[in-house]
């Protein structure tokens, strides 16, 4: 197939917001969309998660997702959930690594560059990916993350209230308490900032 055109766009557009790019990791990112609800709902949305993560580029198609492009992401994320969490918990999860090891085979998507309209090189890709080469890009991140020692050291379970997530602490002095200062860290002010105003109006 012939590049992806630069220009081309998402069908139906996803507000930012909605999608969750904080973790510092491309499978942890994909983590994220679990949390707090289902964000990989429809075909469209993973397009824009895939764009968000740099998998393809912003303005990609990407025409081949289809529906049964969602359990398959829904399957991998899960996989790495529990292999990472397994990881920081000292408790293996065999069957979750054999399945991102087999998913890691497979080809990831081809880049190339190509000239934009005011002649400047802008990253596309050499075809239009298929499903088990995004897998593959998932999971060799995956495999990428947890055999080296710095980044597999920087790991973090978020500290917020019933939060699952898990993180790349990259911070300054490692002291990154949550999966996001705006989600999670904003939580835990607003609840300081309560029971500090309890404890007042009870003296």
């Known amino acids: 197939m012939a590049a992806v055109p630069p220009g081309s766009r998402l069908s139906i557009p996803v507000p930012h917001h909605e999608l969750?790019?904080?973790?510092?990791?491309?499978?942890?990112?994909?983590v994220a969309t679990a949390h707090p609800d289902e964000r990989l709902t429809t075909p469209d949305r993973l397009r824009a998660w895939l764009a968000g993560a740099g998998l393809v580029p912003e303005r990609a198609e990407l025409a081949a997702c289809a529906p049964a492009w969602l359990p398959a992401f829904r399957e991998l994320r899960g996989h790495v959930g529990r292999l990472v969490r397994?990881?920081?918990a000292g408790r293996p999860a065999p069957g979750?690594?054999?399945r991102i090891n087999v998913l890691a085979r497979a080809a990831p998507p081809a880049p190339c560059a190509v000239r934009s309209g005011d002649g400047s090189l802008v990253r596309s890709l050499?075809?239009?990916?298929g499903c088990a080469a995004l897998l593959a890009a998932v999971a060799r991140d995956t495999v990428?993350?947890?055999t080296d020692p710095a980044a597999r050291g920087a790991l973090r379970q978020c500290e917020g209230d019933n939060c699952p997530l898990i993180y790349l602490d990259t911070s300054r002095?490692?002291?990154?308490r949550w999966c996001s200062s705006e989600v999670c860290g904003n939580r835990e002010r607003v609840a300081r900032?309560?029971?500090?105003?309890a404890a007042l109006s009870r003296a």
Do not use: I, K, N, V
């Open 20 to 30: 969750r790019f904080d973790a510092g990791r491309l499978c942890l990112d994909l």
């Open 86 to 88: 397994g990881e920081l």
């Open 96 to 98: 979750s690594l054999e």
């Open 126 to 129: 050499q075809a239009e990916p």
């Open 144 to 146: 990428d993350l947890l």
């Open 173 to 176: 002095g490692r002291r990154r």
């Open 193 to 197: 900032h309560r029971r500090r105003a």
